[in-house]
């Protein structure tokens, strides 16, 4: 027997258990969620689950469409949903309709869990109406055990401090964290695009309602994890990026 078939053997007897694993991260805007969640991507090698650029993605599709044109609808359970609607919502700082939401995540996980692809989740779910349709779906394929919450903690004033002061990439959204080095910088260090605000969303008045939309809406997610069994975990977000980030992997390592 040479030492490949002892492998094929052994392998056969004891399949390597997959590590499948979610975390979630919430938080108010500004939190640091974004950033948080490239950084363990990149260490742990976990799928980015990235809502919003799903949603931006299907604004843009929906805008270049004739109009009247009927694939700019989604219909679910019955009900209609524009997608320009959905848009108009987000630019103006309000939560896109939930059951649009969450068909699009639901759909989105399931297919990147065949891939077997472990995830973090760091834009949804966003809503009571989310997370009662998600939090189930997250649980059969995972295991409840292998899903860590971990809320980023930030007071309303940083919130505010932060989203105003925000500058993105042109070409890769690459959000350039604020200080008195980066300031006046124009072009993106890590790819060389202009560096832009984004339109609207950080505007002082979106972002109150930003604000208000997660106090309202998404804050009380926390009751339905807690009343179902889900541990979450909190972290000071206002403190240095790689001490959040520290503070994170101890939770989920
Ligand atoms: P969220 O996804 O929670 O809205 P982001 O990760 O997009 O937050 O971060 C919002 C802004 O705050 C970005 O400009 C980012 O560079 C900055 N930021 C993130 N974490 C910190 C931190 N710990 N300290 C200071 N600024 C931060």
Not at 49 to 61: D, G, Q, Y
Not at 137 to 158: A, D, F, S
């Amino acid at each position: 027997m040479n030492l490949y078939s002892i492998y094929l053997k052994s392998s056969t007897q004891h399949p390597t258990p997959t590590m499948k694993q979610i975390i979630i991260l919430f938080g108010p805007p500004g939190a640091g969620k974004g950033t948080q969640s490239e950084l363990l991507s990149d260490k742990m090698g976990l799928y980015n689950f990235e809502t919003s650029k799903i949603l931006e993605k299907n604004f843009r599709e929906a805008e270049n469409l004739p109009e009247n044109s009927e694939e700019r609808f989604v219909k679910i359970d019955g009900e209609k949903f524009d997608i320009l609607n959905e848009k108009e919502n987000w630019k103006n700082g309000k939560l896109c309709s939930p059951p649009y939401v969450a068909y699009i995540v639901i759909n989105e996980i399931k297919k990147l869990s065949k891939e077997e692809n472990n995830l973090i989740l760091s834009g949804s779910p966003r809503t009571i109406y989310e997370v009662e349709k998600i939090a189930p779906v997250l649980e059969e394929l995972y295991g409840k055990e292998n899903i860590k919450i971990i809320l980023i903690e930030i007071k309303p004033e940083e919130t505010i401090f932060r989203n105003s002061h925000r500058k993105i990439c042109e070409l890769m959204r690459h959000s350039i964290l604020f200080n008195d080095e980066t300031e006046n910088l124009t072009i993106c260090p890590l790819d060389g695009s202009k560096l832009v605000k984004r339109e609207g969303l950080d505007d002082p008045e979106t972002i109150k309602v930003r604000l208000k939309e997660y106090t309202e809406r998404t804050y009380p997610i926390f009751d339905y994890f807690e009343k179902n069994g889900f541990k979450i975990e909190k972290v000071n977000g206002e403190q240095p990026i790689a001490d959040v980030f520290k503070d994170i992997l101890n939770f989920v390592k």
